[in-house]
């Protein structure tokens, strides 16, 4: 299952730093970061707990730029 999240973010490196944050999440299968959109993409793997996957997204992002944010 792919899922569209609206994002906040201040540059574009701290985009890229959410996208890898977001990859080596378990549970995601792909993550894509568009800073220019403001969104972001992601894949969940098969048969995963797509709301409590997005909590550790977002927590592991928070870890890699703390001031970022994800609309659910």
Avoid: H, P, R, W
């Avoid at 709301?51 to 659910?72: G, H, P, R």
């Amino acid at each position: 299952m792919k899922k569209t999240y609206k994002i906040d973010v201040d540059c574009a490196n701290c985009a890229n730093k959410m996208e890898v944050a977001a990859k080596n999440t378990e549970g995601v299968k792909d993550a894509v970061v568009n800073f220019m959109t403001l969104k972001m993409k992601v894949e969940f793997e098969e048969g995963a707990d797509v709301d409590a996957v997005m909590q550790e997204v977002l927590k592991n992002c928070k870890k890699a730029e703390s001031d970022c944010e994800i609309f659910f």
